[in-house]
């Protein structure tokens, strides 16, 4: 219950953060004649809809297990963190094209005035503030959807840098700048895309898991009362959770009972040592 209701409050302060943010930034860049704040308007916008993905996918992430899904739905989170990066995808790409199509027609390129300026200052310092929050309770929820959405935040924080710095060449006496500004803006958009959908395919298609962890799950296996040695160690990643195959191996003299008391301690143990371990497939060799 207490997840579910740190993902509502963090899901309906992010929705309403964004939706301010970009009425802001659509009247900045209206009233004060920016194309790169309008760009980053609508950059603001698309984080309201993948606040809702994101906050679909944990939810139905987070259903229990059934007959027909054994293994859980933590799946159901990857999905929604990849459609998320195609979102943003497909946003950094229409700013992009915005941009290059002022850019090679050169009509009209009118000079900001200071309000799209302000709205840029404001902007960088309310998403930064709003990708530590969400990131805070996202590495407390081990939630993939919400650490997407984080990232989401710090770009969009990272395209009001870009705004800044084309509107201000403009008002300089660059107005080229400006769309030049959008076409900033769509890389780091497309970054973060490519980052956000990489992560949830990897972890779609039972990726193993970095070494690093791997290596400390081996080291701890080995220290296990009646462990003798790793035959076979496997991880894949579901989700946000990890399941491990694993081959150990234990003196053949030992009775069954002792086999299996030896394989339950180590199943239990790896569980409780690595909270995202939902679960350890064991099988019991003999040493010789």
């Known amino acids: 219950m207490e997840e579910n209701n740190i993902v509502k409050k963090l899901s309906v302060v992010t929705i309403l953060g964004n939706i301010l943010l970009a009425v802001i930034k659509l009247i900045a860049g209206f009233f004060g004649r920016s ?4 760009s980053d308007a609508v950059h603001s916008l698309s984080d309201v809809f993948t606040t809702v993905v994101a906050y679909i996918g944990v939810l139905l992430s987070k259903q229990p297990e059934d007959d027909e899904h054994p293994y859980g739905h933590e799946r159901l989170e990857c999905a929604a963190s990849l459609i998320l990066g195609l979102i943003l995808a497909g946003t950094g790409l229409g700013i992009g094209y915005t941009g290059i199509e002022k850019i090679i027609s050169r009509n009209e390129l009118e000079i900001p005035t200071m309000l799209p300026l302000i709205a840029a200052v404001v902007s960088i310092a309310v998403k930064e503030v709003m990708f530590w929050y969400t990131m805070h309770y996202a590495k407390k929820l081990n939630s993939t959807a919400f650490k997407a959405d984080a990232w989401h935040h710090r770009s969009d924080a990272l395209s009001s840098v870009g705004s800044f710095i084309g509107i ?10 400006d769309p030049i500004a959008s076409l900033v803006i769509c890389l780091f958009i497309l970054k973060v895309a490519f980052d956000i959908s ?37 991880t894949r990643q579901f989700g ?3 399941y491990i195959d694993l081959e150990i191996a234990a003196k053949g003299e030992i009775t ?3 086999a299996h008391e030896i394989a339950e301690n180590v199943h239990s143990n790896v569980e409780k040592e690595f909270p995202n371990v ?3 497939m064991i099988h019991v060799n003999p040493v010789d």
């Not at 201000?168 to 700048?177: D, E, N």
């Open 35 to 38: 194309g790169a704040m309008i």
């Open 240 to 242: 946000n959770k990890i």
């Open 168 to 177: 201000g060449l403009a008002k300089l006496g660059f107005p080229i700048m």
């Open 256 to 258: 069954l009972f002792e």
């Open 198 to 234: 990489k992560d949830a395919l990897d972890k779609m298609l039972d990726t193993s898991c970095e070494k690093g962890l791997e290596n400390n799950i081996r080291s701890f296996i080995e220290k296990q009362p009646g462990v003798e040695g790793i035959d076979l160690l496997y």
């Open 278 to 280: 939902k679960h350890v």
